[in-house]
């Protein structure tokens, strides 16, 4: 590895670390602070910090590797997050962030659930808690994975030492830094991923002749390559597109919604975040089919597919360039880990510790214990990493399949349908859970094979948890006046807002 990659690759650590140790300065006196950065975040600031901790290392390494072995046919994933994000944006966005402010002003997701159907036994919050710490331990280690792939391809080190290098990074700024710190290195992250993206494939496609060339290249090695539906059934389809239900119950992107100045903002931030989305998710899969017309003409050798862009950005550029597009990759990796682990830190201690442990504690020692469980989340993510054969977009489906099931029906009718009933937020998220995990591990087919080699777990998770939700409200007595009167009191702060807005 050149001496300019390892110098840019230095300035970009120094810039993370630079920004934890500024925001330790002004945001993590309190717990709210710390975990939601007092609400002050703008629109382009939660935009490509919601966007940034979404895409993770799976955008450069999983996404370019699923194009450069099944071609266009990729794309029904990429389409189905599009929707899946839209929708969050205008379902979600504004009413979550109404309504954790004027239920109590919720921190964390499982608070909100608990304020949200003013649950005295605590039993949401608790459930709630368990499913982020358990799925985000999941979710994190495959970017533990990926950062392990980055160092083991790109400078030749142990894969389990590129997992240690990658998480000691993360844990300096986010430890130190909190929420503030996360969302400003994300808003970094996720400029330098966006240059990146258009980068790489433009080169890689001039470098092969142009579009024509490259697409006559790709046709040479299988026609199919450029076929949308190639190998497709409505089934396979289904299960790509249904990545985009995942999105309203994933909480390191929705506390986003929570975390930005006013309501009057997301219009703005909708429209930023979802054009940074279009450009980075054209320019992955580009990296894919550009980087295997690339490497098929000039004889490249890529045994792992998932480090086509890694490979891409060696060959293709000055070694100061080069640095710049693995901190990409760094970048991706590392916005997404270290949201996870807030999120799970956040749940660790507003939703067990300070509920049941220390009822009392000063808000310093909350911030202490919220540091100390963000290094143990980390910990156990990479032990769950140590792996290299690991799969980056097979750990993150199985994560996001998990979240989408379990939150992602309970957010939108919590937001959207007064009758519901705290039994059955409860109903809808085991059931969720339950049905994602059972359809992943259960050996329930042939020769021991799982349900999900058939449909996308997050198929009939999604579905029967809305079910379970509504079912279970229905059977049961109406919520409570004061329950249904927050719930009144949020559609008419939404209304002042829209007014104000137009």
Known sequence: MEIGTFITLGLYFALMLGIGVWSMRTSTDDVAGYMLGGRKLGPAVSALSAGASDMSGWMLLGLPGAMYVSGLSSIWIAIGLFAGALANYLIVAPRLRVYTEVARDAITIPDYFGKRFEDRSRMLRIVSALVIVVFFTLYTSSGMVAG????????????????????????????????????????????????????????????????????????????????????????????????????????????????????????????????????????????????????????????????????????????????????AILAAIMSTISSQLLVSSSSLVEDFYGVFLRKSAPQKELVLVGRLAVLAVAVAAILLAYNPDSNVLGLVSKAWAGFGAAFGPLVILSLTWKRMTRDGALAGMVVGAVTVLFWIYAPVLADGATLSSLLYEIVPGFVLSFIAIVAVSLMGKPPASTVTDTFEQVQQVLAEARTKTR
Do not use: C
């Open 148 to 327: 392990g792939k980055l160092f083991e391809t790109s400078f030749g080190l142990d894969y389990g030492l590129g997992l240690w290098l990658t998480a000691g990074v993360v844990l300096a700024y986010t430890m130190v830094g909190g929420f503030m710190a996360v969302s400003l290195t994300d808003f970094v992250q996720g400029l330098i991923m966006f240059v990146a993206l258009i980068l790489v494939p433009v080169v890689a496609i001039m470098n092969d002749g142009g579009v024509g060339e490259t697409a006559a290249t790709l046709n040479g090695i299988d026609p199919q390559l450029l076929n949308l539906f190639r190998d497709a059934t409505l089934i396979s389809v289904l299960s790509a597109l249904a990545w985009g239900l995942g999105y309203f119950g994933q909480p390191h992107i929705i506390v986003r919604f929570m975390a930005i100045r006013s309501v009057r903002d997301i219009p703005a931030m909708r429209n930023i975040g979802m054009g940074w989305m279009l450009v980075t998710l054209v320019g992955a899969l580009g990296t894919g089919l550009a980087g295997l017309a690339y490497a098929t003409r000039n004889g490249l050798e890529v045994t792992d597919p998932e480090t086509i862009f890694i490979i891409l950005s060696d060959v293709l550029f000055h070694p100061l360039i080069t640095g710049f597009l693995l901190a």
